[in-house]
């Protein structure tokens, strides 16, 4: 097994092992006195593995129910959240009582939202099932859920108790879950680490997927432990996300997934730092190979206007200006203040010097 502690305010372990899922009540008892817990999933992952975990949990001696809501990103929001309290009180939860998300990042927010208000905080356990909340959603501490306005909108910080990664699960997950996992296993290359870029371009990821994740959350968890409340430091794990939210929000969070917008917004983010003479030149096309290499598209059709115009209501606009995240090469990272009103131009001029807003890359 692998262990990778984290070092917040409230520390914890992120445990990585095949069949991890089948000892989450052996886990939960050294963890907690609760006597309830309540799992709460969704209704794509419910059926593959809510009993195996239920099961678990009771013949480690606790008192189980299981919340399972409709599968999707559509779901995270308020509403949702409202049938999970009311799940947490008809069971009777205390403060002292548990509750594990299993399933991906969706339930993951949203379970550790809950976790975070019910009772004005209680613990939770993350058991993430999908390869995007493996790397990446299930550390740090973030939850919340999406208005219509704009993604993860509401939220708090929450440190989970534990965070147990079975890479069984993704064994089971649609070929394309796998793939959107892989835009932010990439971006880990390109903001932090060199060598571990170049290994994702010479092997097969998903042949040493327990290796990969333990990278990832390594470096994510040494980001986090430095800043928790993104006042800094973890501004560099959004990079590609301000156009990759904004092709989100323009395609109404349906038409593409998370980890396939990061990825066009990665691309773009290093060409218009190459445009404009902060990115080392080939940086953009190496991220673009790799993406390609993994399934993931590198381009969008969205015109820089009309991506600038949904950035300016991305939740890390700050007045007039945004913060945006930018490489000087592979490996190391930066952000930049950028005026609102001068993001258009700034990657404006990778799409008339290059054409990349009309198939340049591939
Ligand atoms: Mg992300």
Do not use: W
């Not at 209704?43 to 975990?53: D, G, N, R």
């Not at 219509?148 to 929450?158: C, D, E, I, M, S």
């Not at 996300?241 to 990825?263: Q, W």
């Amino acid at each position: 097994m692998k262990t990778v502690h984290v070092n917040t305010g409230r520390p914890y372990d992120i445990l990585i092992a095949r069949g991890l899922l089948s000892r989450t009540g052996e886990f939960a008892r050294q963890l907690t006195d609760a006597k309830r817990v309540v799992i709460v999933t969704d209704s794509h992952v419910a059926p593959l593995y809510a009993q195996k975990v239920r099961d678990s949990l009771t013949a480690a001696g606790f008192d189980v129910a299981v919340h399972i809501f409709p599968a999707g990103e559509a779901q995270k929001h308020l509403d949702t959240i409202a049938d999970i309290y009311r799940t947490l009180a008809d069971f009777g939860m205390t403060r002292k009582d548990l509750i594990v998300a299993l399933g991906g990042g969706v339930c993951g927010d949203m379970a550790g939202f809950a976790a975070a208000t019910y009772l004005r905080g209680i613990d939770f356990m993350q058991l993430p099932t999908s390869l995007l909340a493996q790397v990446d959603s299930s550390v740090g501490g973030k939850t919340g859920v999406d208005l219509p306005q704009g993604k993860n909108l509401v939220g708090a910080f929450h440190q989970p108790v534990a965070v147990l990664i079975d890479p069984d699960t993704l064994g089971t997950l649609p070929e394309n879950f796998l793939t959107d996992g892989m835009g932010e296993v990439i971006k880990y290359g390109c903001i932090k680490d060199a060598a571990f870029f170049a290994y994702l371009e010479k092997h097969d990821a998903f042949a040493c997927m327990e290796d990969v994740i333990e990278t990832c959350v390594s470096i994510k968890r040494d980001v986090v432990s430095r800043d928790e409340r993104e006042r800094g430091e973890r501004m560099l794990l959004n990079f590609g996300h301000t156009l990759g939210h904004a092709i989100e929000k323009l395609l109404d969070f349906s038409g593409i997934s998370h980890g396939m917008a990061v990825a066009v917004g990665m691309v773009m983010m290093a060409r218009a730092g190459e445009a404009n003479g902060l990115t080392d030149a080939g940086t953009a096309a190496r991220i673009a190979a790799l993406c390609r290499q993994y399934g993931l598209p590198t381009q969008t059709d969205f015109s820089a206007s009309q991506l600038a115009a949904a950035a300016r209501s991305d939740k890390k606009t700050a007045g007039d200006s945004i913060n945006v995240v930018l490489l000087t090469k592979i490996g190391d990272s930066f952000t930049k203040k950028i005026e609102i009103a001068e993001l258009q131009e700034f990657i404006q001029g990778t799409s008339k010097n290059i054409g990349l807003f009309r198939g340049a890359l591939h």
